[in-house]
Structures are given as structure tokens and as C-alpha cells.
């Protein structure tokens, strides 16, 4: 029994001499753990000793190049940017750069979940864009009589400048409206009928900076803007006559783009005549194809007479062309062009030939030998099949 107590004596003795070395262990331990860890504290990573001012351009460069709009969430959006982290959400909130770009979809009904939220994030963007000129797109489904839910935009027209509009323009009444800062103008929409009556005007014609406008063939004819401001000007889908009726108030033109909805049609002879036009790209309506089928085209008959006596541009020096403008064979698009060039007095350095659908490719190569010493760059551009 004797014994037995004086062993455990020596053994509490041994542990308490263990553990005293466990805890001299343990203090070193943290001492340790309390240098490195000063060590972390002490060290900042070189990107958060950046100034404020370089990690916001930094946030602007991982965005689509201005106009182009980010999404509204994920990847190139500057949501992403600010849920890193609290110093750099400050940043982002505070670069009203980040939040000048944007699109907007509605649903039909002013009313609609959908259409609530697209209000409540044009409004949040709006407010962190500050002062800053503004890159919006809109599209809406349908028309609506009743409060148009992006009005909101509307409130900020004076800082609109790069504007997309895929809907009824009427929709938006503050388009009669001035936009100081309208740099281009591009309409995918419709209007709807009016009676004579009670004509339908969308007037941009406050908007001295606008030099590029895209317009539908339902618009053309309600539509006002300076035309004469006019240096780059797409036309979508009317007829030829119409065309040139707009195109003599536009002199200041350097690229015109025009989807002939049918260059056969009868009427007023009308010349067309663009002192400075550099770049003129033509396309027919027609020339799409359904389904593998070619949709019919009217002949051509009308549109190589407007190629070779009513279209003067003597500063051109790119043409995009489809063959339905300029003749039944290569003899005859010869001659056409070469009537188009000699008018015009034009040196064209590039020529682009549209063949009347993807599979004229093989049979419209004999046009390479015939322009390649006349054109510096020729090439053909399949027509879209659809």
C-alpha cells in the first residue's frame, strides 16, 4: 500500500513537470502565432494601396467599351464589382461611370412584376450614373395606353446620348422633346396609324450633337430630326424614291447604309446626289431566304437604272452591293458598274458584292477576275439566310 502511494506521487510529480513543458510549449506557441500574425497585419496587398481614382478606371476597363451596354448582373457587369468587397463596393457606388449603360425590356403591361422591377433598376442606375451621359436601349413588347412605366428615362432625356429604341416609339411622349447631348439615334420600332387628322410627330430636331441615326421605313415619314447634322444614316426597309426624298436633306453624309424594300417600283425619277459620302452599303429586302427557298425578287430592271443614272457620290470609295442591283450577268454588272463608277467620278478602293442567296457564291466567283484590277480590295459577303 506504501508503495503504491509513493508510485503516484512520483507520477503526479511527472505530469505536473509534463504539463508545465506543455504550457512553456504552448506560450512560445502563440508567441509565435502573435509575430507572424503582426507580420499579416503589418502587410497591405499592392492592389489595396491603390488610389480610389486608379481602381475605378481599373472597374471602367472591365466593362463593353462605352456605348456598349454591360448586363445588368455577372461577368462585365459592375454589380459584380461591388459585392467583393466593402472597400471596393464603396468605390464602385461611388464611380458613376460604372452605371451609364444599360438596357431595359418591358412586358406589355405597364403593371407587370417585370415591368416593376425594370422601373426600380432604371431608377437605381440612373442615380449612380450622377451627371454622367447616358447609353440606354429599350424594348417593349406591345403598346399600352396607360402610364408608360419607363418614364423614368424620359426624366433624364437631357443626358441621353446613345439611344436604342426597339418598340411603338409612341410610347414615350418625352421624345418630342430636347436631347442637348444625342450623339446617335437608333430606332428598331414601329408607329402606329394615325388619322390624318391627328398626324403623329416624333421630333428629335433639338439635338445638335446627333451625327448618326439607324430609322425604320414606318418612321421615316414622322419622324424629325436634323437631317442635315447627319454623318452616318441607316434606312431600313422603304422604297427607293422615298429614300432619295430623304437623303437630299442629308449633304453632310460619309456613310449611308439602305434596305430597299423594293428597288423595282414605278414612280418619280429622283436623283440622288452625296457630295461627301465615302462609304454607301445597298441591301434588298428581297434577298433573304425562307427556308432554303429565295423569296421572289422583282427585277432588276429599275434598280440598275438608279445605279447608273440616279446615284452620284464622287467622294465614294466603299460599295457593298447586291447583284439584284446591278444585272442578270456578270457582262451586266460589269457595265453597271463601271456606268455607276464613270457618273459618279468616284475611285472605289473597296467593293462588296451580295449574291442573290448563299448558294451564288460558286457561281459569282468570276467576279473576282473581272474587278480585281479595277477594285484594290474586292470581296463577296453571303447573303443572310434566315
Known amino acids: 500500500m506504501l508503495d503504491n502511494l509513493a508510485a503516484d506521487r ?3 510529480i511527472d505530469i505536473d513537470t509534463e504539463i508545465r513543458d506543455l504550457e512553456l510549449r504552448i506560450a512560445n506557441l502563440r508567441l ?5 500574425q503582426q507580420r499579416l497585419d503589418a502587410y497591405i496587398y499592392p492592389v489595396l494601396t491603390l488610389p480610389s481614382e486608379v481602381i475605378s478606371e481599373i472597374f471602367i476597363r472591365t466593362l463593353p467599351v462605352y456605348p456598349l451596354r454591360p448586363p445588368k448582373t455577372g461577368p462585365s457587369s459592375p454589380t459584380l464589382l461591388s459585392q467583393i468587397c466593402s472597400p471596393w463596393r464603396e468605390i464602385a457606388l461611388s464611380t458613376p461611370q460604372l452605371w451609364r449603360a ?3 425590356s418591358f412586358d406589355r403591361h405597364p403593371n407587370s412584376t417585370n415591368s416593376r422591377h425594370q422601373t426600380e433598376f432604371a431608377e437605381t442606375w440612373l442615380a449612380r450614373s450622377g451627371s454622367c451621359p447616358l447609353s440606354i436601349k429599350i424594348h417593349k413588347k406591345g403598346t399600352d ?3 408608360h412605366p419607363y418614364a423614368v428615362i424620359a426624366a433624364h432625356r437631357e443626358r441621353w446620348e446613345h439611344l436604342w429604341i426597339t418598340s411603338s416609339i409612341i410610347d414615350v411622349p418625352a421624345f418630342r422633346c430636347s ?3 444625342l450623339r446617335s439615334l437608333h430606332l428598331d420600332g414601329s408607329l402606329p396609324f394615325r388619322p390624318k387628322q391627328d398626324p403623329l410627330t416624333v421630333a428629335f430636331n433639338r439635338a445638335p450633337l446627333l451625327r448618326t441615326a439607324s430609322v425604320p421605313r414606318c418612321a421615316v415619314s414622322s419622324l424629325t ?3 442635315a447634322q447627319l454623318t452616318s444614316l441607316t434606312l431600313d426597309g422603304g422604297l427607293f424614291p422615298n429614300f432619295i426624298k430623304t437623303l437630299n436633306h442629308t449633304p453632310n453624309l460619309i456613310h449611308c447604309e439602305l434596305k430597299i424594300f423594293d428597288p423595282a417600283c414605278n414612280g418619280p425619277q429622283f436623283t440622288m446626289k452625296l457630295e461627301r459620302l465615302e462609304s454607301l452599303v445597298l441591301r434588298h429586302e428581297h434577298d433573304d431566304v425562307f427556308g432554303g427557298k429565295l423569296k421572289k425578287c422583282y427585277m432588276p430592271e429599275y434598280a440598275v437604272k438608279i445605279m447608273r443614272e440616279q446615284i452620284f457620290t464622287p467622294a465614294l470609295r466603299s460599295l457593298t452591293v447586291p447583284t439584284t442591283f446591278l444585272g442578270q450577268n456578270t457582262d451586266a454588272v460589269t457595265l453597271t458598274l463601271a456606268s455607276f463608277v464613270s457618273n459618279s467620278g468616284c475611285t472605289l478602293e473597296e467593293l462588296t458584292i451580295i449574291p ?3 448558294f451564288a457564291i460558286r457561281s459569282t466567283s468570276v467576279f473576282s477576275r473581272v474587278f480585281a484590277t479595277a477594285v484594290p480590295k474586292l470581296s463577296l459577303q453571303q447573303a443572310p439566310a434566315f
Open 10 to 12: 512520483n507520477h503526479v
Open 32 to 36: 509565435e502565432r502573435n509575430t507572424a
Open 102 to 104: 444599360f438596357s431595359l
Open 145 to 147: 395606353h396607360g402610364k
Open 179 to 181: 436631347t442637348p447631348l
Open 225 to 227: 430630326i436634323p437631317w
Open 356 to 358: 442573290p442567296h448563299p
